[in-house]
């Protein structure tokens, strides 16, 4: 039983270029997490989302993010125009009821 | 508002010895409390919880006291062993089913042999 599958591992993006993180959970769990850990800091949650649904983004930015875990295939984190800000490891997390586990992340690093 | 706190950001312990962790929270609705272990490039790892009803839960070598009164969580680890050498991440939610977590900053573990 695969654990929960994130790609990439290392993503770098020029300023304004899109980022796109994927996420694929474990088998059988059906809510999905992102959360976003920033240098010297905790794990932040950003979104929670089951099938087709987004169940609580409060931790999202009002702007250029949009998660997605559709029906068929991995869940999706965008960032559109990035911005050096957005450099940080982003971390997936999947639960079938109680504890989550989580994915090895994605490093975004923003040049 | 830091809702989860871990005062100590590091804390070096002797091969064999019992190494205590600490967590703080504030938000008196927190019913479910985790402690992640985190290797570095890695994601963390699920150790141990335990819920508001009880205010003690062990497994193996890793023992969670809970006092609510003084919302206040403890990590123990009894022998500590080099491998044990990472970063360990406190986390809280509201209910146990499908709710965000609410880290703490982490505290570093160092295990000397």
């Known amino acids: 039983n695969a654990g929960v599958m994130q790609n990439p591992r290392h993503l770098v993006r020029r300023r304004g270029q899109e980022a796109r993180l994927r996420c694929s959970p474990m088998?059988?769990?059906?809510?999905v997490y992102w959360y976003r850990q920033l240098p010297e800091e905790g794990l932040k949650f950003m979104v929670y989302l089951q099938k087709e649904n987004i169940i609580d983004e409060s931790g999202m930015p009002k702007e250029r993010f949009s998660a997605e875990f559709p029906k068929e295939g991995p869940s999706i984190l965008r960032i559109q125009q990035v911005v050096r800000g957005d450099s940080a490891a982003y971390f997936c997390a999947s639960s079938r009821s109680t504890e989550a586990f989580f994915g090895q992340g994605t490093r975004l690093t923003v040049v | 508002d830091q809702q989860v706190k871990q005062n100590s950001p590091s804390l070096s312990v002797q091969e064999g010895r019992i190494s205590i962790l600490n967590c703080d929270y504030t938000n008196s609705m927190f019913d479910y409390f985790l402690w992640y272990k985190k290797y570095p490039a890695e994601g963390p790892t699920f150790l141990i919880s335990i819920s508001s009803i009880k205010d003690k839960n062990e497994d193996g070598r890793f023992t969670v006291f809970l006092n609510k009164s003084a919302k206040h969580l403890s990590l123990h680890i009894v022998p500590s062993q080099p491998g044990d050498s990472a970063v360990y991440f406190c986390?809280?939610?509201?209910?146990?089913?499908?709710?965000?977590?609410?880290f703490g900053a982490g505290t570093i573990l160092r295990v000397k042999s």
């Open positions: 088998k059988g769990h059906s809510h």
């Open positions: 986390a809280a939610s509201v209910g146990e089913y499908g709710n965000k977590l609410v």
